[in-house]
Nanobody
Framework: QVQLVESGGGLVQAGDSLNLSCEAS????????MGWFRQVPGKEREFVAA??????DYANSVKGRFTISRDDAKNTAYLQMNSLKPEDTAVYYC???????????????WGQGTQVTVSS
């Protein structure tokens, strides 16, 4: 069973940056796709970004502002968020799945979430 632990959330002002981390306890981490989703109360969880090997994909709402990366030696994925906006406020969830395509829709593993709040 994959365990995912996120960190790095917090309260920032519009225009600031945050870097989220997600450490995975799984064998052969490098073979897994890693992703990030976010959710606000009353709305569905939405895809933010995913990465597997050197391929990455992003939601249109974050392209050019967010960057997903990974360090396979540390079993860790990251989400660098720049130029944050109040509408980026959400609980951010890390996700893991063997498939780069499946992780963007129905990942098999989830982290517990970390709150990101952007004030105007």
């Amino acid at each position: 069973q994959v365990q995912l632990v996120e960190s790095g959330g917090g309260l920032v002002q519009a225009g600031d940056s945050l870097n989220l981390s997600c450490e995975a306890s799984v064998r052969d981490f490098h073979t897994y796709a890693m992703g990030w989703f976010r959710q606000v109360p009353g709305k569905e969880r939405e895809f933010v970004a995913a990465i597997k090997y050197f391929r990455a994909d992003y939601a249109n709402s974050v392209k050019g502002r967010f960057t997903i990366s990974r360090d396979d030696a540390k079993n860790t994925a990251y989400l660098q968020m720049n130029s944050l906006k109040p509408e980026d406020t959400a609980v951010y969830y890390c996700a893991c799945d063997p498939s780069f395509w499946a992780i963007q829709k129905t990942p098999t593993s989830w982290g517990q979430g970390t709150q990101v709040t952007v004030s105007s």
